[in-house]
């Protein structure tokens, strides 16, 4: 289980997050949902131990992170894949993914990561000799979740993976996040996708300008008038 | 040593000014060890890159680390620093007369038909050879070099699947670094040296990877080739002060027809 308690972040002067407080439950999928710049990517860096936040605290399956090393949160079942993928694209589909397990925990696990992502992404199988960087951007996503999959996470963080992807290859990707979670596997998912993200979590925050403005179960925010509005509706900014 | 280079710099994206003078460093050991010693410099260039290792992890652990993030300005004169505190250390250990390592290989020729081979130079392009094949493997073949690799082609997605990164870039610096001692130590008995020769072995190792392509381990080596060659025909026709205006007239005509170097990629 993983518990936010007032986290501030900041870069330099910029104040990015204020008091954020929230809470994602073992098997849990959770959805956290603001507009561009609200700083949904500097909560989950923050989750990775890749920005140490000003204050508050954040707690992983009891234990505070605070002094925890980006490199050893992974170690603890912890797995990101990040905003634009980051993958490394002058190598192959399966040099990816077996990065993914070179940890120590991981590497036990490295022959049924394979088959498991294997199993949730078949295309991946037949071009796991390409290069990543000449897939298509919904097939680089799934070789990103494939690649976090393979450190062997019992919570999945995902910043943005509908983003600039073919809607087909999108329902393919959260059809495959709905099944890692069959298996137990947490999702924390930031999305402006709400429509497709609310359909798949259990429930679901508002993060607006660094701040938690809302939270509830999916299937009620799905509902809200504020939230339809502000998300959804016709009058929406969307980029 | 330009694949020491081409190393650190494709994995870092920095810049490693102190370079050459890391290679006099590695000559001047190979000198130590012969003269105090007696171990001759095709035996001891193991001793030069295992000392060259230590060296290149401190530097960055020490100082390489705090300006990874920091504009290139900053990290041209931290390297430009380092290089000079090196050169006027070896300067200070070692006076500035020209010193030269004596080996049995170096005194031997092979006549071959009309050619006579000098055996030293045919040794160290040999272990040159092996070297850079033996880096190879290491960076395609093994995890370390496959982490190496993913670190230089994406830090940040690196460390989301739990890479310390900082450990990388410590290893890469310090293989880097042995490349060039044991290349200071290969050359020793072909090449005078004193302190300040690092500077041109500095500008011959920025012009060789240029040459080659920023990056590409194979792009070093064929640069180094084309150098050396270009450099050994202007010292014919020419006159030998002149030899550089070959090899940077070949660096002049890359850079006009492949701006990215031979086996350089166009970074998109
Ligand atoms: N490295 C940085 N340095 C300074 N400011 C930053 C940095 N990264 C983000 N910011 C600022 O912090 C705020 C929050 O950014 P963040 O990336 O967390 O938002 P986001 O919700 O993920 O946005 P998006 O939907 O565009 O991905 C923005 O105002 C942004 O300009
Ligand atoms: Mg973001």
Request: glycine share 10%.
């Amino acid at each position: 289980m993983l518990e936010l308690r007032d986290v501030d972040a900041a870069y330099g002067d910029i104040r990015v997050l204020s008091g954020v407080t929230l809470a994602v439950g073992t098997g849990e999928i959770v959805a956290l949902l603001g507009p561009n710049g609200s700083g949904k990517t500097t909560l989950l860096t923050s989750i990775a131990g890749l920005l140490r936040p000003r204050g508050g605290t954040i707690r992983w399956e009891g234990e505070d992170l605070a002094t925890v090393p980006a490199h050893l949160v992974v170690e603890r079942g912890l797995a990101l894949v990040p905003e634009g993928r980051r993958l490394f694209g002058g190598m192959t589909v399966e040099d990816n993914l077996e990065l993914g397990a070179f940890a120590p925990r991981a590497r036990r696990h490295r022959a049924e990561g394979f088959a498991r992502v294997y199993a949730l992404f078949p295309d991946l199988r037949e071009r796991r000799r390409q290069l990543v960087r000449s897939l298509s951007g919904g097939q680089q996503q799934m070789v990103a979740v494939g690649r976090a999959l393979m450190t062997n996470p019992r919570l999945l963080m995902l910043d943005e993976p509908s983003l600039g992807i073919a809607p087909r290859l999108v329902v393919s990707i959260f059809a495959a996040l709905a099944e890692i979670n069959r298996a137990g596997v947490g999702v924390f998912l930031v999305e402006q996708n709400v429509q497709a993200a609310l359909t798949l979590a259990h429930r679901a925050y508002l993060l607006e300008s660094g701040r938690i403005a809302g939270q509830g179960r999916a299937a009620d925010l799905l509902h809200d008038p504020h939230v339809r509005r502000a998300y959804l509706g016709p009058l929406a900014v969307r980029t | 040593m330009a694949v020491g280079l081409t190393l650190i710099f494709g994995v870092m994206r920095v810049v490693n000014f102190a370079h050459g003078d890391m290679m006099v460093w590695g000559m001047y050991l190979a000198f130590v060890l012969s003269t105090r010693a007696g171990i001759d410099p095709y035996v001891s260039f193991v001793v030069c890159a295992a000392a060259l290792f230590v060296l290149g992890v401190a530097v960055q652990r020490g100082l390489v680390d705090r300006i990874l993030a920091a504009p290139h300005e900053m990290q041209i004169l931290l390297m430009l620093g380092v290089a000079l505190v090196l050169e006027n250390t070896a300067l200070l250990a070692f006076g500035p007369e020209p010193a030269r390592v004596r080996s049995p290989l170096a005194r031997l020729t092979w006549d071959v038909g009309p050619l006579y081979v000098d055996v030293a130079r045919l040794v160290t392009f040999g272990l040159a050879i092996v070297l850079t094949l033996a880096l190879s493997l290491f960076l395609f073949h093994t995890e370390r070099g496959r982490l190496i690799r993913a670190a230089a082609d994406n830090p940040y997605g690196a460390m989301v699947i739990g890479t310390d990164v900082r450990r990388v870039y410590a290893t890469a610096f310090g293989i880097g670094a042995a490349c060039v001692g044991a290349a200071g130590a290969l050359v020793s008995p072909i090449l005078p040296f004193q302190p300040p020769t690092g500077l041109s072995l500095s500008v011959t190792s920025f012009n060789i990877v240029i040459i080659g392509g920023m990056g590409s381990l194979l792009g070093a080596f064929i640069g180094g080739l084309l150098v050396s060659v270009a450099e050994s025909l202007g010292a014919v026709f020419l006159r030998p002060s002149l030899k550089e205006l070959f090899s940077f007239s070949l660096l002049i005509l890359i850079l006009l027809l492949r701006p990215a170097g031979l086996f350089g990629r166009r970074a998109s």
